[in-house]
């Protein structure tokens, strides 16, 4: 063990349900599923930013679970709530966005994880639907 920060809240360097996590560089990306963010941490725990609030509005988030990055720097969440993958550039602006909710094709049912593969696909582990989906980019 080396050490460990953050703790259960609402403020800036405070979690609630941290969900997932990346490390890109010198920064830690924290999914923080209840508080409905993108936390960016220092390695040493130290805040930097974080992006996005509760809402359905693009840029917003309804409990995020999953989050992969891309070769450039983009950041793609899933919603759990929001049923739906959103990307992001790397400061936090909403580019894009997929999916609503449904069981049909391009459509989720409580997405809990996303990867990127090495061909520029996202993968997302459709739970609700018992299903992973495939999105090309």
């Known amino acids: 063990f080396l050490k460990s920060f ?3 809240g609402r403020e800036s360097n405070e979690f609630a349900r ?3 996590i990346e490390i890109v560089n010198d920064e830690l990306f924290v999914v923080d599923a209840c508080n409905h963010r993108v936390t960016v941490l220092a390695l040493d725990g130290t805040f930097k ?3 996005g609030k509760s809402g359905s509005a693009p840029g917003e988030f309804r409990f995020p679970y999953g989050m992969t990055i891309g ?3 983009e950041i793609y969440t899933c919603e759990f709530g929001g049923t739906r993958v959103q990307k992001f550039s790397k400061d936090g602006q909403p580019l ?3 999916g609503r909710q ?3 094709p391009g459509e989720l049912n409580y997405p809990w994880g996303i990867v990127l593969d090495k061909r520029g696909r996202l993968v997302v582990v459709d739970a609700g639907n018992n299903r992973l989906q495939v999105i090309l980019l």
Request: charged share 10%.
């Open 6 to 8: 953050g703790h259960f």
């Open 18 to 20: 941290p969900q997932s």
């Open 49 to 51: 930013r974080s992006f």
């Open 71 to 73: 070769p450039g720097g």
């Open 96 to 98: 894009a966005v997929w």
């Open 102 to 104: 449904g069981k049909l």
